[in-house]
């Protein structure tokens, strides 16, 4: 059998490029069912034996971090690598509940270090997400946590992260042949800091494989992962799109002697930023260890890649950037909407009534120093203050002005959601910015979140407060009807 391929995610960290992914328990478990812990944890030990030693959980996945706890406790159990992901409802955060969300994973998984958690914010509108990043790495610091990762981020908050000095590893993202978003802007972010991608959804719930080649349209699907990338193929342009993608697929696996997903799986670890590819599991109900093995034993030549570029570029882009799917319509989840991850957004930022008009308070000094708000409403006529890449006592996105813009357009949304709009109400926005040889890298952030909006714009060099602060924004909303 091929030897399984390695990669170095972090210090003293290596991984198996195919890590098993245990989100399909909480699918197991769905209406009430049970599944025998012990006996699931031992079907973990086919895919230790052939060298396939990562595994990928969550907080949610049901009872994945008991299960691998029970592994990590048989006295046969092999060196793994586990990971699992934190994802807490939206809202304010404390050091608190940081610690105690860590502390409950390692006591379920009987650890006293996690190797890598995973970080996923569900708004980047509510600061409470950079809190929550800056505790978690004074617990990697303490020694709880091995390594820090991101999951579901987009390019603009990876880049806040990365130029704020928080050490991320990497980021777990949809990434496959059906969705290519991660192919551009993100994978270059990632290469330029050593951030390794961990792609998931390469064989899309099962689509991608001999069983649908030349199928008719399913009119059900049985799993929370085939309804999932049903939508998913949906985007990309339909049924007909997975069948010209399949053929091209199954041309090649036939010469290569392997299956439509291992070429599929084999394209996505063949992409400069992807560390790794999460590959799903049904512990105890399904295997497909030996299917797996076959990726290591071949790769991909330059006829393959370009046929497989070819169709791609029949097939409609995934609108967004990676992680949309959970924030914005179209909603690319099991149940095409948020109703079995959220109930609601709480407002991001304190609103006070002051004599008929509603004022937003982020909670930066300046703002009680100074005596102002953060933004205040009128009528349907929402003004937000110049605003800084502050977020407490901390400047965010280091000297990368662009990182500075994504924090402040995130904390104008911030104001402006609290006081009732949408970021899609922006009318005008004013930038400021220190440097001129900035102005570029400035309005392509602004265009990155704006392109869509649309609002007047003025962009002025001037002699801003702080010298950490490499630009400043004011913003007018209009809040229709």
Known sequence: ???????????????????????????????????????????????????????????????????????????????????????????????????????????????????????????????????????????????????????????????????????????????????????????????????????????????????????????????WSQMKYRRFVEEAGGWDALQRLLTVLNTHAQRLGASIANVACRYMLEQPAVGGIVVGARLGQSAHVDDTLRLFGFTLDQACHDDIRNVLRTMRAIPGDCGDEYRKPPFLTASGDLSHHLESFPVPFEVRQVGGRAHAFSGTVWESLCGFSRAVREGNRILVSGTTATHGTRAMGGNDPAAQLHHIIDKTEGAIISLGGTLEDVVRTRLYIRRMEDWEAVSRAHGERFAHIQPANTLVRADLIGDEYLVEMETEAVVRE
Request: glycine letters at 8%; proline letters at 5%; hydrophobic letters at 45%.
């Open 1 to 223: 059998m091929p030897t399984v391929e390695r990669c170095p995610l972090g210090p003293s960290l290596s991984i198996s490029r195919v890590l098993t992914g245990l989100w399909q328990i909480a699918d197991m478990e769905r209406d009430g069912r049970t599944i025998d812990l012990d006996a699931t944890a031992a079907a973990m030990q086919p895919y230790v034996d052939a060298g396939l030693t990562t595994f990928d959980m969550a907080d949610h996945y049901g009872s994945a971090e008991d299960i691998v706890g029970r592994y990590v406790q048989r006295r046969d159990a092999g060196a793994v690598e586990l990971f699992t992901k934190w994802v807490p409802q939206p809202g304010p955060l404390t050091r608190d509940m940081v610690r105690a969300a860590v502390m409950r994973s390692l006591d379920r998984m009987h650890l006293t270090q996690l190797p890598l958690l995973q970080f996923h914010a569900w708004q980047y509108a509510h600061p409470a997400w950079l809190d929550a990043m800056f505790w978690l790495d004074e617990l990697r610091e303490e020694g709880l946590v091995g390594n820090l990762g991101l999951t579901n981020f987009d390019t603009a908050h990876l880049r806040v992260v990365v130029q704020s000095g928080i050490p991320v590893v990497s980021n777990q993202v949809s990434f496959s042949l059906i969705d290519q978003r991660a192919a551009g802007a993100m994978s270059a972010l990632c290469v330029a800091h050593g951030v390794k991608l961990l792609a998931f959804g390469t064989v899309a719930g099962g689509l991608l494989s001999e069983r649908w080649l030349g199928a008719p349209d399913p009119t059900g699907l049985d799993t």
